[in-house]
Structure formats: structure tokens, C-alpha cells
């Protein structure tokens, strides 16, 4: 008999492959994990019921035009079974699920690897906020806001070319202690923008944002939001426009702050866009 699969699990149809054929997205809503099967390994699940792995191979060579074996049902099992997608109901797939997690322990060079390599601190659930205050942000996903983003950047250059000593100068200024404090504040204030704007772009299509926080790559700090449950989409340019939206904000902020410039007075505020 097959092991039980976890009946908390959620499919989700995903773009094809390369070869043209269907894929699909299990998610675990536990780990918030998730991952992609074939179309093989979907008809095999669609046929789980049967029991065992020769009646469930021949059902899908009955069925459909695939012709499978009893060894690739059960590597599909292991795969489940390895990635704690089964139900573990007796005191064999306990010790087994036991087994596994000893293994990540005891293994302390992996850990310590991974860990100094990538690793993520979250700071705040925000879903709540997101879908609260995603009503607020929906004029920037217009063209009217990107065409005035377009214009305001074009303006900004021509009012600083007028002005382009003092810029010049101004940027001179910014090789200082002063200086770099303040593009240090102002980097942190962007790359925040930054994240909301991959959260809000996911929020938008309907993903859930368990958390945001900080990510340490090789020691270096950098914002991060979690947006997995994007690959739960099935169209690829929605995927493509939550991994742009980040740039775009930061680049409609570079639009309406280099027009800002030429209207602010000498100070932090000026130094700053």
C-alpha cells in the first residue's frame, strides 16, 4: 500500500514546460513550501486512491496516453515521503519523520554553510497591512501614473541641466562623512520601497505575504519580502511583473526626485533625493 498523502495540501495549475507539456504547484501551507510536478506525477496522484503501485500504474496507462511503471510510482512516493507531503499515522512513519530531522541537526557543518552563506531574519507579518492598504497603491499600477512618472523624470533632467554646477557640487559635497550617512539612510528608505513594491504587486494578484524582514548573503544585510505563494500563478507574466516591481519603484521614486531637486531648498531633505 502507498502512503497517505496529506490531505492539507493545495495543487495549482502552472505554466508548461519547455518540452510543452501541463505542470502543476503543490503547496504546502505548513512550511509554505512549495513544489512542481510533471504531467506524469499528476496523473499518478489523480489515481493515488487505488492503493498500491501496480494497480495505480496501470490505471494511468488504461487512461491516458502515458505509459509508466511500478518504480516510478513508488520514486513518487519517496519523493512525497522525503518532503513530509504524506501523513504519518503509525510508529514506523514517526520514527522515520524522527530520523529525518536528526539528520539536519546532527548535521552542523551544513548548517553552519547555509547559514553563514543566506539566511533570514523576518520582522513583521504584514499580509494584513497589505490587503488593507493595497487600495491606497493602486494608482500606481496605471498608465496615467507611469506616463507622469516618464514626464516628471524628463522634466527633472532639463531643469538640472540648468543647474548643473550646483548639482555637480552637490555631489562633490556627498564625499563626506555627512554625505554618506545621508545615502545610507536614503538607500534604506528605497530598498524598503523596494520590497513593498514586490508585496503589493503579489497582493494585487491575489498572493498571500506571510512576512518581511532582513536576509544576511554572506554577512551582507538586504530587505527581503516572501512572496513563494507566487508560483501558485499560472501565468508567467504575472510571476515576471512581481519580480520587476521592486525596479519600478525605485525608479518612479528616481523620476519625481529628480524633478524634486530643482524645487527644494539647500538642506538634508535636497541632499537626499
Known sequence: MVSLIREDLNLHPSNTSSSGCPTWTIHDPVRNKFFQIEWRVYEVLRRWRHGTAKLIA???????????????????????????????????????????????????????????????????????????????????????????????????????????????????????????????????????AHEFGHAFTAKKYGCKIPVMGVAFLVLWPMFYTDTNESWKLKLRSQRLNIARAGVVVELIIASFATLAWSFLPSGVLRDMT
Open 58 to 192: 496501470q490505471a494511468v496507462n488504461r487512461e491516458t496516453s502515458l505509459e509508466i511503471d511500478e518504480n516510478f510510482v513508488v520514486g513518487v512516493e519517496q519523493f512525497f515521503v522525503s518532503n513530509q507531503l504524506c501523513q504519518v499515522r503509525d510508529e514506523d512513519g514517526v520514527n522515520k519523520l524522527i530520523s529525518q530531522t536528526s539528520n539536519v541537526k546532527n548535521s552542523w557543518f551544513k548548517w553552519l554553510l547555509h547559514h553563514y552563506l543566506f539566511f533570514r531574519i523576518p520582522l513583521f507579518k504584514c499580509d494584513k497591512f497589505l490587503t488593507s492598504s493595497l487600495s491606497l497603491v493602486t494608482f500606481m499600477y496605471s498608465r496615467w501614473f507611469i506616463s507622469l512618472s516618464f514626464i516628471s523624470f524628463l522634466i527633472g533632467l532639463i531643469l538640472i541641466s540648468r543647474q548643473w554646477d550646483v548639482f555637480v557640487n552637490q555631489l562633490l559635497d556627498l564625499v563626506s562623512l555627512r554625505g554618506l550617512l545621508l545615502f545610507a539612510v536614503t538607500l534604506v528608505i528605497v530598498k524598503i
